[in-house]
């Protein structure tokens, strides 16, 4: 598998929007360490609610660990399998879990569905046909376990069109404008890999990674928290060559987000880094403590 021009689903939301305290654990160096690649980024995102984070990325040749604010992923491809850290425990993130998850949303919608029928039974005519009404303009009464057909389409990929030369940081860069519907999109400032003072495998884990966590998330009809697709470099599923060091969004002509690489480098890490977790497990789909219900 080669890192550019490679084709797969994407399909990922990286806003992992649950509250974490996550404390990241340190680089270490040294012959006994796994050599692998550190990336840190930073995203704004721009108005009421906005605010910035900062998210560290480190890569070896077998395991992608994702430290964040919001929460740690670590995904291992000889284990077929992933975890995520949260409040102090962790949970698995497998294919497996996500169908047990998906019955149970089945069997209690089919309940639910059930005791909506007998009440609809009782109704007068008129009644019943203003409930039913309402229901179908609410989405009521469709199928609502997600995954119940087939994958999500991916997102549509805007056309882009190179402009000048510019540098985030010590890397110069190409400016790439893209457009969906000839309005500005994105706006992108990518280099090589190569250019970065990487070598061209070294984050071809991160393909592996996407289409565990891209057949996880259609387990359920939608995506699933993973890797950052901005990361991968590819394309033919990004619509521009090199990897993005900066891109800025925008909705209705108006910059929305910003996401910026700040460091991005050959290191060893500590193995443990991505090893299955040490803490109290807790099942898929069971908010975190403190969560809300």
């Given at each position: ?51 910035t ?46 169908r ?66 510019d540098?985030?940081?010590p890397w ?68 521009f ?36 977790p ?15 219900k």
């Amino acid at each position: 598998m080669t890192l550019f021009g490679s084709r797969f689903g994407l399909a990922w939301a990286f806003a992992l929007g649950v509250p974490v305290a996550m404390l990241l654990a340190p680089v270490t160096s040294g012959a006994a360490g796994t050599p692998g690649v550190v990336i840190v980024r930073t995203d704004r995102a721009i108005g009421p609610g906005g605010g910035t984070r900062t998210t560290t990325i480190k890569l070896t040749h077998n395991a992608v660990r994702i430290d964040s604010d919001a929460a740690s992923i670590i995904y291992r491809r000889d284990l077929d399998t992933a975890w995520m850290i949260q409040g102090g425990r962790y949970m698995v993130m497998s294919k497996e879990a996500a169908r047990a998850v998906k019955n149970q949303m089945a069997t209690h919608s089919g309940a639910m569905k059930a005791e909506m029928d007998k009440a609809l039974a009782t109704m007068p005519p008129d009644k019943r046909a203003l409930v039913e009404k309402m229901m179908r303009e609410q989405g009521v009464g469709v199928p609502e376990v997600p995954g119940a057909a087939s994958p999500p389409p991916k997102p549509p990929v805007p056309t882009y069109t190179k402009g000048a030369r510019d540098k985030v940081g010590p890397w110069g860069c190409d400016v790439y404008d893209g457009k969906l519907d000839g309005r500005l999109a994105e706006r992108v400032c990518a280099t090589g890999i190569v250019d970065l003072g990487l070598k061209d495998g070294d984050i071809e884990i991160m393909l592996y990674a996407a289409e565990y966590f891209w057949e996880l998330g259609s387990e359920f009809g939608g995506a699933s928290s993973g890797p950052p697709p901005d990361l991968l470099g590819i394309e033919a599923e990004q619509g521009f060559p090199g990897y993005a060091l900066n891109r800025k969004r925008y909705k209705n002509g108006e910059l929305a987000h910003d996401s910026t690489v700040t460091k991005a480098e050959r290191v060893e890490f500590d193995p443990s880094l991505f090893a299955k977790p040490n803490l109290e497990e807790r099942k898929f789909g069971v908010p975190p403590q403190g969560a809300p219900k």
